[in-house]
């Protein structure tokens, strides 16, 4: 347990963490952000639990993110916007999910392809000025507290 919360305790690695982490969280498809960020963590050795509580401290923007992700997409593929509304789209999940797979499937991919291009320059956007916060908060620690 210690072992997962100091993994990735310097300033560079908890940066990355929060970029990478926060990018995951992201994801226009619901329910799948846990496990991109769990699995994407892995392999560059960024902290686990930073990396979901990144995760779930972004639920409230997911939303929003998502939405934004789906009419970019639907500029980049200049198609109609989509009709739909939260209530709608739930109904037909649950109430007849091949249809909705139908009707919604090129609006998610979509969506994902517009995250794809957002990714790669949010993450180094959001690296740097948290890199730059943790540094001066490092600085400024220090400054208090002299040894």
């Known amino acids: 347990m210690i072992a997962q919360l100091t993994?990735?305790?310097t300033p560079e690695k908890i940066a990355l963490t929060l970029a990478v982490g926060s990018?995951?969280?992201?994801?226009p498809i619901l329910g799948t952000t846990t496990l991109?960020?769990?699995?994407?963590?892995?392999p560059l050795r960024l902290?686990?639990?930073?990396?979901?509580?990144?995760n779930q401290a972004l639920w409230p923007v997911h939303i929003p993110a998502?939405?934004?992700?789906?009419?970019?997409g639907e500029l980049i593929f200049h198609v109609p916007q989509a009709s739909f509304s939260l209530g709608h789209l739930r109904e037909m999940l649950w109430h007849h999910p091949a249809q909705?797979?139908?009707d919604y499937g090129a609006t998610a991919v979509q969506a994902v392809v517009a995250w794809t291009i957002l990714a790669p320059l949010y993450i180094p956007?959001?690296?740097f000025l948290s890199l730059t916060?943790?540094?001066?908060?490092?600085r400024l620690k220090a400054a208090a507290n002299p040894s």
Not at 66 to 72: A, M
Not at 133 to 138: A, F, G, T
């Open 7 to 9: 993994q990735g305790i």
């Open 23 to 27: 990018a995951c969280a992201l994801f």
């Open 125 to 127: 956007l959001v690296y």
């Open 47 to 54: 902290n686990q639990p930073i990396t979901q509580l990144i």
């Open 100 to 102: 909705f797979f139908h």
């Open 133 to 138: 916060l943790i540094r001066e908060i490092i």
């Open 36 to 42: 991109l960020c769990f699995f994407v963590a892995i």
């Open 66 to 72: 998502i939405y934004g992700c789906v009419r970019l």
